[in-house]
């Protein structure tokens, strides 16, 4: 059957004769369609497509007169129909509609088969197109089309800055639009030395060095530009935040600094304290070990005179004595002036032999939780020379010691740890040095500042240092401190 102009309407067919009643009806509905047809031009209607249309039925002016006519010459049929159905044999009737269909209309109920009648559907000429950005229908005018969603020009915007995107590129994160300039500030990492976007090499890729701790992300190339880097947080300097320069080629950032104590006599309170935490372990150390705070220099020319021994490069920074020597110590705190230390006094002091140690000579000017680290390192190896741990290698000795020193740390930036006693109240209530120390506490920094520590130990990738300390500490956290240096005095080596 072939398509109608905007609703398809199947007829059944049910047989080929036709009563005289459906003849009359097909021929009604023909004249009715004629009658319709030539006003029905005047009035049209869009339905979906634009070239779509139709007619819109037309009511003349006797239209009133006219359906009753209609129902009177419907009546007739009817009636015609019936008076020839009586005519039929006994239990023999057709089995179409045509029965069904007079009786419906005689009782004035809808006929099964009513006549078309096309209705208007709800067409929006403008589409269904809803804006992702104001959620209104888009109705004319120019839209954009993106990520399957329709947005108004004006409703398209940055995610970061929100204002309209009207360049032809723009990035995507997701499902979140942005400027590509507003990406690359969000998403392009900056240096965090000159705080600039971070180049991209030959191969078109972008490469930074990153501190394995602090996260600091840097161009490569501040590595060979002489930036300053703190000789205790390894952290490079920013070019708006200067560093200290301590005069020995060193420099300390203003985080460090805080805590950093610069002399002698500032660094004895902690001294003592790590030396009653040794005491505490049940270590105690019968001699009286001279401890001086010097500069670099000093330090290194002991090094040079000091015949025993594994020292750590490239930067030594403390140093347990068996020599006789005379060393220069910082016998007064230098303070602060511009970005430089200024007005230190130093003193030369001969060291003479009573025991198996000199003396322990620390670097100056680094924060109070590093030169203790220092301080409980050197202290072990002074208390393994005076218990007659004799020849050890470099791998034990240096292992333990770090293992100390880690203890140590643990118990300032974690205390309670091990149940062993925290040196941070006795230390701070002598010193001078830092503000947080004197309260008897630590600040956020220097809490941060042990952490790293303990990562520098426990990370050191040297033979001697890095893996003499992971394999003390794993003998240590198996049998106890105790049992492992008993062992080491009969072997020489860490148990297994």
């Known amino acids: 059957m072939a398509p109608s102009g905007v609703n398809q309407l199947s007829h059944p067919c049910v047989y080929e004769r036709k009563s005289r009643f459906m003849k009359w009806l097909s021929k009604l509905f023909r004249s009715g369609n ?33 359906t009753q006519k209609e129902k009177e010459e419907l009546d007739h049929a009817i009636a015609l129909s019936l008076a020839e159905d009586s005519k039929r044999p006994s239990g023999y009737r057709w089995q179409d509609k045509d029965n ?22 709800q067409y929006n000429p403008y589409g269904t197109r809803i804006c992702g950005g104001c959620q209104q ?33 723009f990035s995507l994160s997701g499902r979140d639009p942005y400027h590509k300039s507003c990406f690359k500030e969000l998403a392009h990492p900056k240096c965090e030395v000159c705080h600039q976007f971070i180049p ?11 501190h394995p701790f602090w996260s600091q992300k840097y161009c490569p190339s501040h590595e060979h530009d002489n930036t300053a880097r703190c000789c205790s947080c390894e952290r490079l300097e920013s070019w708006d935040a200067r560093y200290i320069s301590v005069g020995d080629g060193r420099s300390l950032c203003f985080e460090c600094m805080e805590s950093a104590i610069m002399d002698t006599g500032d660094c004895q309170p902690l001294y003592h304290a790590i030396r009653d935490y040794y ?66 006094r130093t003193q030369p002091q001969k060291l003479t032999r009573r025991c198996e140690v000199t003396a322990i000579l620390v670097l100056y000017s680094l924060p109070r939780l590093l030169t203790g680290a220092i301080l409980a390192h050197e202290l072990m190896h002074g208390w393994l020379r005076l ?35 925290s040196t941070s109240t006795s230390a701070a209530s ?6 947080s120390s004197k309260k008897g506490g630590k600040s956020n920094v220097e809490q941060k500042l042990g952490e790293f520590f303990m990562h520098q130990i426990a990370n050191d990738s040297s033979p001697a240092y890095g893996g003499g300390f992971r394999a003390a500490n794993a003998a240590v956290n198996k049998y106890g401190l105790r049992r492992t240096l008993d062992h080491i005095r009969l072997t020489g080596n860490f148990p297994l």
């Open 430 to 435: 002598s010193s001078t040095s830092s503000s």
């Open 387 to 421: 218990k007659g741990y004799r020849n050890l290698n470099p791998e034990v000795e240096e292992g333990i010691c770090q293992v100390l020193s880690y203890m140590w740390l643990e118990t300032e930036v974690m205390p309670g740890f091990k149940n062993m006693p």
């Open 34 to 66: 004629n009658r319709g047809g030539t006003a029905g031009n005047r009035n049209h209607q869009l339905i979906g497509d634009e070239n779509m249309v139709w007619r819109a039925p037309f009511r003349s002016v006797d239209e009133r007169s006219r």
């Open 137 to 169: 229908d888009i109705r004319y005018g120019n839209y954009l089309g993106c990520m399957g969603t329709f947005f108004h020009p004006q409703c398209f915007c940055c995610r970061s800055c929100g204002r309209p995107i009207v360049e032809n590129e």
């Open 279 to 344: 005491e505490g372990m049940n270590m105690k150390l019968d001699q009286q070990i001279p401890m001086l705070l010097v500069e670099r220099q000093a330090l290194n020319e002991a090094i040079v005179g000091e015949k025993n021994g594994l020292h750590h490069m490239p930067e030594t920074r403390g140093l347990c004595l068996s020599e006789e020597q005379t060393v220069t110590s910082i016998l007064k705190r230098p303070r602060i002036g511009g970005h430089q230390l200024i007005g230190m």
């Open 200 to 210: 991209t090499n030959r191969a078109g890729l972008i490469e930074y060095r990153c």
């Open 100 to 121: 069904e269909l007079a009786r419906s209309l005689q009782d004035k109920n809808p006929p099964i088969y009513p006549p078309y009648a096309p209705s208007v559907p």
